[in-house]
């Protein structure tokens, strides 16, 4: 799917369907800190007017998620806990570079990412989550969450070569494949 190398490991889809709460909890957490994201990327690069405009429409969208999930742990009586972090993201952050602008081609690429396996998890569950209004919320995000992939490398495009985007969009898919093949199949939404 999309950029991505590997697929889940079919042990994270059976930790999720018996841990929905869980799942919509760290979910939740995700949509805020996609928003939060595009925000920061507005404040880091105010002269780049594409990126603007995008972003501004992501990050209402991704607030919007926030609300709709925010909504349904309401309605299954789940109070929202602390975000416990997201170790998945953290390690693709490790490796953007510093310097610009490589910097923000790196976190263009690592927001595409992130999208990227959001989208093939949401199916996921779109296909196995135990309640009806589970599988119809992730399938209702799915298209969503597959254009948030496309807004970024779009924006990368714009600003650097295309040659150069698909190199580093390589360089991250094996980064990215590693990651996923270390991780243990937490009831979170990149566990
Ligand atoms: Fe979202
Ligand atoms: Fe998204």
Known sequence: MLCLRSETHPGWI???VTHPDEILIDHAHCEKKAAAFALA??????ERMRLIKDMI?????????????????????????????????QRLHEHI??????????ALIVGAFIEARSCERFSLLADHAPTEEMRALYKSLLASEAGHYRAYTDIAREYFPVEEVKARLE???SIEADIIASLTNQPTMHG
């Not at 990327?41 to 105010?46: E, G, K, T």
């Not at 607030?63 to 925010?70: A, P």
């Not at 310097?99 to 790196?106: G, Q």
Request: hydrophobic share 40%.
């Open 97 to 106: 570079r510093k310097a610009e602008p490589l910097r923000l081609l790196d």
């Open 41 to 46: 990327l507005i404040n880091r690069y105010p």
């Open 171 to 173: 360089e991250f898919g």
């Open 57 to 89: 429409d992501l990050a209402k969208e991704e607030l919007d998620h926030f609300e709709i999930v925010v909504k349904v742990l309401e309605e299954r009586g789940v109070a929202l806990t602390k975000d416990t972090g997201n170790t998945y993201a």
């Open 14 to 16: 059976d930790v999720a």
